[in-house]
C-alpha cells in the first residue's frame, strides 16, 4: 500500500525568506501524481502544485516549486519570498497513475507553515 | 452553483441520531469522494465514488455509509452517530481519467457528536 509522510507538523518562515517542506512517499509504482494543498484558516483545500512522476522536470508555479527525486520518493516543497498568506497548512498527497483504474488519493498528516513579519 | 457545495456547513448532533452530510458537484466530475480531517492526522479517506452507481472504501469507512444514484451528488450517512465521528468532513471531485487529476474540494461540513 502506498504511504505519504510529512515528517514536520510545523514549520517557521521570515516573511520574505525561503521554507522548503519535506514528503516523502512509499509506492511500488512508477506511474503516479503529487500533489501539494494549501489549506488556508478559511479551511477551504487549494492546489498549489502538482507533478506527474513520469516527467524529469520539477514543476513550478510563480514562487512555489518542488524538488521531485523520483529514486529517493521525494517530493519537498519550496516557497520563495514567503508572504504573509502562506500561512496555512500544507498537505502532500499521492494518486496512482491512470493505467491502475484507481482515483484514490492519499494524504500526508500536513505541515503547519508560520510567516513571522 | 459553482464548484462543489456541502450541507450543512455545521452541525451539533445527539450520539445515536442518524445524520446525512450532503455533497453536490456541478462540474460533471466521473470521481467523488469523502474525507475526514483530523488534528494530527490528515485527510483520511472514508468512501469513494469512480463512476455513478458505483462506491468502494478507503481508509476509515466504518459507520459510515454512501450512495451515488447520479453523477453530482454523493451524500454521506452516519447512521448512528458516535462522539468519535466528531470531526471535519470534506467532500471532494475529480475527473478521473485525464492528464489534470487534481481533486478538487468542498468548503467542508464542522460535525460534532456529544
Known amino acids: 500500500a502506498q504511504t505519504v509522510t510529512q515528517s514536520q507538523p510545523e514549520m517557521s518562515v521570515q516573511e520574505a525568506e525561503t521554507v522548503t517542506l519535506s514528503c516523502t512517499y512509499d509506492?511500488?509504482?512508477?506511474?503516479?501524481?503529487l500533489f501539494w494543498y494549501k489549506q488556508p484558516p478559511s479551511r477551504q483545500m487549494i492546489l498549489v502544485i502538482r507533478q506527474e512522476a513520469y516527467k524529469q522536470q520539477n514543476a513550478t508555479e510563480n514562487r512555489f516549486s518542488v524538488n521531485f527525486q523520483k529514486a529517493a520518493k521525494s517530493f519537498s516543497l519550496k516557497i520563495s519570498d514567503s508572504q504573509l498568506g502562506d500561512a496555512a497548512m500544507y498537505f502532500c498527497?499521492?494518486?496512482?497513475?491512470?493505467?491502475?483504474?484507481?482515483?484514490?488519493?492519499?494524504f500526508g498528516t500536513g505541515t503547519r507553515l508560520k510567516v513571522l513579519a | 452553483i459553482a464548484g462543489i457545495t456541502q450541507a450543512p456547513t455545521s452541525q451539533i448532533l445527539a450520539a445515536g441520531r442518524r445524520m446525512t452530510l450532503r455533497c453536490t458537484q456541478d462540474m460533471r466530475h466521473n470521481a467523488m469522494y469523502w474525507y475526514r480531517q483530523d488534528l494530527g492526522l490528515g485527510l483520511r479517506l472514508i468512501h469513494y465514488s469512480n463512476t455513478a452507481g458505483t462506491t468502494g472504501k478507503g481508509e476509515v469507512p466504518d459507520g459510515y455509509s454512501v450512495s451515488r444514484a447520479n453523477t453530482d451528488d454523493f451524500p454521506l450517512t452516519l447512521a448512528s452517530a458516535v462522539p468519535s465521528q466528531t470531526s471535519v468532513y470534506f467532500c471532494?471531485?475529480?475527473?478521473?481519467?485525464?492528464?489534470?487529476?487534481?481533486?478538487?474540494f468542498g468548503p467542508g461540513t464542522r460535525l460534532t457528536v456529544l
Open positions: 471532494a471531485s475529480s475527473a478521473g481519467r485525464g492528464s489534470y487529476n487534481e481533486q478538487f
Open positions: 498527497a499521492y494518486r496512482r497513475g491512470p493505467a491502475s483504474g484507481t482515483y484514490k488519493y492519499i
Open positions: 509506492t511500488s509504482e512508477s506511474d503516479y501524481y
